[in-house]
């Protein structure tokens, strides 16, 4: 959801509707304290809260959601979990984006106050994890490079294979490829010394008891790490990945009407064949919790009581989608004429 700002409105009204809209009783004002260019449309920024306490804890593969004039929207901690002094973010500007990659890239400085929400974690490590192999394509880097720190940490086994357009586009290659992290970390660039290209059938090694497989990155890269883990005998519990830059979604052929039904009202809402389901609450006046927009970040996620989804997101694994007691109305629809939600 955008929060528009319309003539003579204060920015503090622009910030509690941010927070309205994205269902937020518990965001938290930051300021910027550092701001720096890591890779080309690339920006680090350092948050703390004003308050001067500590940020909350949180685990490696995290994300924070930030509460922007162009809406809620999430990014990746890069930071080791155990700095609890500040969120470090990195994010990529967009060119064909929503606009909140370019609100942060060109308009948040050092001293801008800003409210977040969070840390949140749909892709966190394994407990059992005793051995981490860990892939990133482009700005995917962010969580992995927390993982990394997390094993670092924990003095867990890990090596790290990070593939970019080149060595200007590619995050932290400094830090990456400097004689802390050479022995773990390998990068693949055409203007990088060894392999151009990264060859995921080739750095995926057998699988094995405690060994977990970590991918982040374009949506190419998920599928062939998920094909090549398969091929070697993964087990899917071993494989886990988040995705970056899913397309909004669009209407299909075929697209009919169908009816949401509020479990604690009995209020019907009717979803137009060219509208998503959360759209059309919003135009009822039943605000959810959304961000991406594009069923890969799970902020949506919404429990069924009754009917049956018609998954169309990225975030629910296959057997999730099989249980059908719940989905993502940011892009999700129904097979049943009347889908009934735990609202």
């Known amino acids: 959801m955008e929060a528009e700002i319309r003539r003579g409105e204060s920015m503090q009204a622009v910030e509690r509707k941010q927070e309205a809209t994205a269902g937020n009783a518990d965001s938290q004002r930051t300021r910027v304290i550092g701001r720096r260019i890591v890779a080309s449309n690339v920006v680090m920024l350092e948050l ?50 929503r606009g909140g990659s370019a609100e942060v890239f060109d308009r948040l400085v050092e001293g801008d106050t800003l409210s977040v929400r969070g840390p949140f974690n749909h892709f966190s490590m394994a407990a059992d994890s005793g051995e981490a192999v860990l892939i990133a394509g482009g700005i995917g880097i962010t969580p992995i490079l927390a993982m990394a720190e997390q094993c670092r940490t924990d003095g867990t086994t890990f090596e790290l294979h990070y593939a970019g357009r080149g060595r200007q586009h590619m995050a932290f290659a400094e830090q990456l490829l400097g004689d802390d992290w050479q022995a773990q970390s390998r990068l693949y660039a055409p203007d990088l010394d060894g392999p151009g290209q990264l060859d995921v059938a080739q750095v995926i090694p057998e699988p094995a008891a405690g060994k977990h497989l970590y991918v982040c990155g374009p949506a190419g890269l998920i599928e062939a790490v998920q094909v090549a883990a398969r091929d070697k005998g993964w087990p899917e519990s071993r494989v886990h990945f988040e995705r970056f830059g899913a397309d909004a979604p669009q209407p299909a052929d075929g697209d009919q009407p169908f009816e949401l039904e509020i479990a604690s009202s009995g209020q019907r809402i009717v979803v137009g064949a060219q509208e998503t389901a959360a759209d059309a609450l919003a135009r009822a006046g039943v605000v959810i919790p959304t961000s991406c927009g594009s069923g890969v970040c799970g902020s949506c996620c919404t429990r069924i009581k009754e009917g049956t989804p018609d998954h169309r997101d990225l975030y629910f694994s296959p057997e999730e989608q099989a249980r059908g007691d719940q989905f993502t109305p940011c892009c999700s629809r129904a097979v049943t004429a009347v889908l009934v939600l735990d609202l």
Do not use: C, K, M, W
Not at 79 to 86: F, L, Y
């Open 48 to 97: 703390v809260p004003i308050d001067g306490t500590p940020v909350a804890a949180f685990s490696a593969g995290a994300h924070i959601e930030l509460l922007l004039e162009a809406g809620a929207r999430q990014y990746s901690l890069f930071n080791a979990p155990h700095e609890r002094d500040v969120y470090r973010i990195a994010v990529r500007r967009e060119e064909d984006g």
